[in-house]
């Protein structure tokens, strides 16, 4: 399979290139040449298949045509040691439950699958690790809370790669903080002056400079790469299996609804929906950061600064998937801006939702059902109540585990939620971080001594 890249102007590349370097030589955005469908007979099966199995099979339409088998096999069951389950949270309203890997949030499987993937390269391919530098892949990462734990421990530890977790200071849980700040080893977390955007603008301009490419081999292990994004897919075809045994024959139609920041999750059921993913539509529900809610009303993209809010793995202002959606609504760019919206608005509504209104969904759930929603997965959880129709059925992504954010939730809904034993760990580590300004140049002359 080759990647082409979504500003056109850069040179296919092989899965190889594509997870190794990131990025584009042109910024932009990697893209398979096709997305494979999935047969009648895998679809009818699934209900009946572990999470595994389902994966491999979606694993194999991505990079069985680079990746032998066993292989794959292999890395896809390595990575998927933990199941996500699907939980009825009230009539016709379901929470598709993310957070069960090690660091409790939905991005350990897109991490671990990368990191394990690079380590395949990486020994298929010796060449790979020698022609720069000190030999080392360098993984540089912003994130925004979640992408940043399950990147530092999806990575910890394994040989021939360093990990630069860049974070806005003073703008993740202390949780979330903890999570990359105390790993040590092979993971070094960046403390930066400023807000998300600022840290993935370092990040895309790292990619982008002549010298410091030429110093060291550099990749992310945000959303933008190949290897980050697409395995976030078997979470959706999963839920399908899964919600379909539960309430088999489904004669209703399924609706999915995501929380939204850089939008790499959603991007990924889309591809799955082009894959034969039986899903009606799907609700990207975004906190007051409402870049793409605001694309979906008037069909004009205008990023902006991101907004500090009380769900803040979704503050971006600038999402770098959108440019994939595009892509792939425009049929890689043939079709209007007129027609690729009317497609994008025919498939996928919006939602964006202030803190108080966060706040809200939190205490409403609670006091109706019982459940605990983290600020996230009550952006998703209010859209759902809000938008599903009569006959829908709603699966909601709760991308985090409540107690990741234990300090607003226990505020919010009067309560002491327990910490898990995996999070308490992380807690009792030292915090290791380096502080940088938003500045380029500071960031870049920081590489260059490394």
Not at 109 to 133: E, H, I
Not at 135 to 148: P, Q
Not at 231 to 236: D, E, L, T, V
Not at 381 to 389: I, M, N, S, T
């Amino acid at each position: 399979m080759q990647y082409y890249s979504t500003n056109g102007k850069a040179p296919m590349a092989t899965l190889e290139k594509a997870v190794v370097k990131g990025l584009a030589e042109d910024r932009g955005l990697y893209m398979p040449e096709r997305i494979n469908p999935l047969s009648k007979a895998f679809f009818e099966n699934m209900p009946n298949m572990k999470f595994q199995d389902i994966a491999y099979n979606v694993a194999d339409a991505f990079f069985g045509e680079d990746i032998d088998g066993d292989s794959l096999q292999d890395l896809v069951y390595d990575t998927l040691q933990f199941e996500c389950p699907i939980k009825k949270v009230k009539e016709n309203i379901y929470s598709l439950e993310l957070f069960h890997g090690p660091t409790l949030a939905f991005k350990d499987v897109g991490a671990r699958f990368m990191a394990r993937m690079l380590r395949y390269f990486t020994q298929n391919n010796k060449s790979a690790l020698k022609d720069k530098g000190n030999g080392l892949i360098n993984v540089l990462v912003a994130t925004s809370g979640d992408t940043g734990s399950a990147v530092a421990n999806g990575f910890l530890g394994v040989e021939g790669i360093h990990v630069y977790v860049l974070y806005p200071k003073g703008k993740v849980s202390p949780i979330q903080e903890c999570q990359f700040t105390t790993l040590g080893q092979n993971i070094t977390a960046i403390e930066v002056d400023g807000v998300f955007d600022d840290c993935q603008r370092l990040v895309k301009s790292a990619f982008m400079d002549e010298e410091l490419n030429k110093h060291m081999k550099l990749t992310s292990a945000n959303s933008i790469n190949v290897a980050r994004f697409l395995p976030q897919a078997f979470y959706y075809f999963n839920a399908v299996a899964q919600i379909t045994s539960q309430l088999s024959p489904l004669n209703s139609q399924l609706v999915m609804c995501v929380p939204s920041g850089n939008f790499g999750n959603i991007c990924s059921a889309l591809f799955g929906h082009k894959m034969g993913l039986p899903v009606k539509r799907f609700i990207a529900a975004n906190n007051a950061n409402d870049i793409f809610y605001n694309y979906l009303q008037t069909g004009q993209y205008n990023p902006k600064p991101s907004k500090q809010t009380l769900a803040n793995a979704m503050d971006v202002g600038d999402p770098s998937n959108f440019a994939r959606i595009i892509n792939l609504y425009s049929e890689n760019g043939k079709l209007s801006a007129e027609e690729t919206h009317q497609r994008i608005t025919s498939l996928i509504s919006g939602a964006t939702y202030s803190d108080e209104q966060i706040k809200e969904a939190m205490r409403e759930c609670y006091a109706e059902t019982g459940y605990i929603l983290d600020p996230h997965g009550a952006c998703g959880y209010r859209a759902l109540e809000e938008q599903l129709k009569p006959g829908e059925i709603g699966i909601f992504c709760e991308t985090a585990h409540p107690a990741k954010f234990k300090e607003k939730v226990d505020e919010i809904l009067g309560l002491d939620i327990e910490i898990p034993e995996r999070l308490q760990a992380f807690m009792k580590g030292k915090k290791q971080s380096i502080e940088m300004s938003k500045n380029f140049e500071d960031f870049k002359q920081f590489l260059m001594k490394e």
